[in-house]
């Protein structure tokens, strides 16, 4: 089982729509959690770092289910320039222990 | 502009040649990683250096070797690489490391180096 897990999509879906992503981990050792962007061909790039009590940054929201380990984004009013891959990233306590998912890929159409 | 700077940006050698790639970050921070991404795979973390010290390698086979002059660059060094070594190589830094410091978990990455072995 990979330790961080992500539905690869593609998810292709129309603008102004509402899309959630879910990552799950498999070490309840996990310390911090972010999601990542990267668009094609670039490097990634910090989306948000996700709280344990939820937090929201504009259309984006991120939750954390430290039971059941998944962290989840939500993106609302989706726009065109959405289109990328969504990478979730989690970090255990060991200082250089950070591991990317595999990434979902997102499709805004107009 | 990124932080980051990576180069080169594209890079295509033999198996028999030797070539190192270049990263330098302009932002300060103390922790420099290289990651390697191949298609339709999650990124790997190669190595990880804290304050020119190397402090994380992942298993990475010889052939690459990883050089820290100083907290602001990092190399890759490669010789006798196999096609399979094709990929994006990510340089990437941290205020500190990641996990032993508060806010040291942001990444930054560079544009990355695209490596093709033929």
């Known amino acids: 089982r990979k330790e961080v897990e992500q539905d690869p999509g593609p998810f292709n879906v129309p603008e102004g729509a509402t899309v959630a992503f879910n990552c799950t981990y498999s070490?309840?050792?996990?310390?911090?959690f972010f999601w990542y962007r990267q668009d094609c061909r670039k490097e990634p790039k910090l989306l948000m770092s996700v709280y344990s009590s939820g937090n929201e940054d504009g259309r984006f929201t991120a939750q954390l289910n430290r039971a059941s380990q998944y962290i989840s984004l939500l993106i609302r009013d989706s726009k065109l320039s959405d289109s990328a891959t969504y990478l979730c990233?989690?970090?255990?306590?060991?200082?250089?222990?950070?591991?990317f998912g595999s990434g979902t890929r997102l499709s805004i159409r107009p | 502009e990124t932080g980051v700077t990576q180069t080169p940006r594209h890079l295509v050698m033999g198996m028999t040649n030797k070539k190192s790639l270049k990263c330098e970050q302009h932002l300060g921070h103390n922790a420099m990683y290289w990651y390697k991404q191949s298609a339709k795979k999650p990124l790997e973390l190669m190595f990880v250096y804290n304050f020119k010290e190397q402090t994380e390698n992942n298993s990475v086979p010889s052939r690459f070797s990883p050089e820290c002059p100083n907290s602001s660059h990092l190399f890759l060094h490669l010789h006798t690489l196999q096609p399979e070594d094709s990929a994006l190589y990510l340089c990437a830094s941290s205020l500190g490391l990641a996990g032993a410091t508060p806010g040291g978990g942001e990444l930054f990455f560079g544009e990355g180096s695209r490596l093709t072995v033929l």
């Open positions: 070490n309840s050792a996990s310390q911090s």
């Open positions: 990233v989690v970090r255990y306590s060991s200082a250089s222990k950070i591991i």
